[in-house]
T-cell receptor, first 116, second 112 residues
């Protein structure tokens, strides 16, 4: 079955470390997104990419970096510059530049990052 | 910037009671989508509304888009324990390109 795979499910990071969250999709979707979810704040967009080798900052890109070397993959690096990285991170994808009317964004199962 | 607010943030209901969550935008929206996230899970798409005043139904769920396209609601009739989760709206504003802005979500607890 096609879908989005995020790994790991849980991740623990020491302060000052960079960590990379994996996101892979086999849906042949063009666009991929990274969202951060905190209690009471909904989903906030970190970065998105509409084509390979191109990506755009979202509303909260500071302290994060991404790459899009392959259509299927959109890894997110949480750098030591991110002051409050503990959160639930969700990767999503869409076929075109906008989520289609009949099935919206397709989300992965998420990675829960905790700073220890 | 674009803001999409939802109320209430939390709602506890007895099984069988109705539930409504409201989504309000500071700007006019082109489209609005609704998602459900089960506890420990990820958001799953429910529906999209496009037209002013549009009403769509999915079994016990009724979705409405306001006449001014600045607000939307999701109403669940006779809640069941399977309705537990957080419901998010996501709005696309006319002047913000291709970015949907997610609401803050309403967490629904259904008491058996």
């Amino acid at each position: 079955d096609g879908g989005i795979t995020q790994s790991p499910k849980y991740l623990f990071r020491k302060e000052g470390q960079n960590v990379t969250l994996s996101c892979e999709q086999n849906l042949n979707h063009d666009a991929m997104y990274w969202y951060r979810q905190d209690p009471g704040q909904g989903l906030r967009l970190i970065y998105y990419s509409q084509i390979v080798n191109d990506f755009q900052k979202g509303d909260i890109a500071e302290g994060y970096s991404v790459s899009r070397e392959k259509k299927e993959s959109f890894p997110l690096t949480v750098t030591s510059a991110q002051k409050n990285p503990t959160a639930f991170y969700l990767c999503a994808s869409t076929r075109g530049h906008l989520p289609p009317a009949n099935y919206g964004y397709t989300f992965g199962s998420g990675t829960r990052l905790t700073v220890v | 910037g674009q803001q999409v607010m939802q109320i209430p943030q939390y709602q506890h209901v007895q099984e069988g009671e109705d539930f409504t969550t409201y989504c309000n935008s500071s700007t006019t929206l082109s489209n609005i989508q609704w998602y459900k996230q089960r506890p420990g899970g990820h958001p799953v798409f429910l529906i999209q509304l496009v037209k002013s005043g549009e009403v769509k139904k999915q079994k016990r769920l009724t979705f409405q888009f306001g006449e001014a396209k600045k607000n939307s609601s999701l109403h669940i009739t006779a809640t069941q324990t399977t309705d537990v989760g957080t419901y998010f709206c996501a709005g696309l504003a006319r002047n913000t390109g291709n970015q949907f802005y997610f609401g803050t979500g309403t967490s629904l607890t259904v008491i058996p």
